[in-house]
């Protein structure tokens, strides 16, 4: 089994930064897939990010290229979803998740999930 638990969401003006921390327990996810998901009020949820088991190949949906970066330090059992110039439109409770196979852009392709994390942007 592999808990994730999700960090450092809260109230930003749009324009602003956050960055959200991501940290597994029970087993070590450094062989794993970690991505990143989001849900808006009144919408279903919807891919954000994903990384590969070492780092490479990051991918993320069109709305957010150029203004997130993901990222992961396996020693530390740890991803990161660093968001500059927020918008209102990112508003949503953002969820961790970590995945065996190769990166996926729908949620049946992940494994195991967290809790989630409020992101408000205020404008």
């Known amino acids: 089994q592999v808990q994730l638990v999700e960090s450092g969401g809260g109230l930003v003006q749009a324009g602003g930064s956050l960055r959200l921390s991501c940290a597994a327990s029970?087993?070590?996810?450094?062989?794993?897939?970690m991505g990143w998901f989001r849900q808006a009020p009144g919408k279903e949820r919807e891919f954000v990010a994903a990384?590969?088991?070492?780092?490479?190949?990051?991918y993320y949906t069109d709305s957010v290229k150029g203004r997130f970066t993901i990222s992961r330090d396996n020693p530390k059992n740890t991803v990161y979803l660093q968001m500059n110039s927020l918008l209102a439109e990112d508003t949503a409770v953002y969820y961790c998740?970590?995945?065996?196979?190769?990166?996926?852009?729908?949620?049946?392709?992940?494994?195991?999930w967290g809790q989630g994390t409020q992101v408000t942007v205020s404008s």
């Open positions: 029970g087993r070590t996810v450094s062989t794993y897939t």
């Open positions: 990384i590969s088991w070492n780092g490479g190949s990051p």
């Open positions: 998740t970590a995945g065996i196979r190769p990166w996926g852009n729908t949620m049946n392709q992940y494994n195991y």
